[in-house]
């Protein structure tokens, strides 16, 4: 009898998959305890984080629609802020942490010991305030891809030339203005 275990590790990866993908449509709605994570964490692995991570954008982007503020990129930062005020660092941190809104957690690691499972595919944030400005910052948040074509982070304030985005998302930026200033001064907080 002849045995194919890699097809059969292969095939229940493949499995696990298509489960995760339907669970995470569902629950996508539903409030996270805290704490918890999805299993996204090994994707990396099969080659995945970038399917993962446009999926992720389809479904969890914002239900109102935005009209997206003008900005300027100079150099390798917005310097400008996008709503003409500091964000709220308070409000910033809330947005990082919460694994349906930020997603930032997914990807990064950070100053969050009540949140268990953080990401190790992108750089820590601890030190994100010391590290880059608060121009080079929002760039990051707004569109990273701006500076960096080949990175896996996606853009949260963009809605043009996206692949893969539902109908009900489309044309509506993952955070507000409002949002991406808070993140900003969060990260910023993070010295």
Known sequence: M???PHFTRMQRAF???????SLRTFRSRLPLPRGERDGVRGLG?????????????????????????PYK???DAISASLTGSHGDAARGRTIV??????????????????????????PDLAGAGARWSEGQLRLRIVDAGKFNAATIMPPFYRVDRLARVPPAFRDKPVLTAVEVEDVVAYLMTLK
């Open 73 to 75: 990129i100079s150099g």
């Open 2 to 4: 002849c045995r194919r």
């Open 97 to 122: 942490a919460n694994h349906n809104t930020g997603l930032c957690l997914l990807c990064h690691s950070g100053p969050f010991p009540e949140d268990k499972f953080q990401g190790t595919m992108a």
């Open 45 to 69: 692995r099969f080659g995945l984080v970038p399917a993962a991570v446009a999926a992720m954008l389809g479904v969890l982007t914002s239900t109102t629609r935005a009209e997206l503020v």
């Open 15 to 21: 499995d696990s998959l298509q489960v995760f993908a």
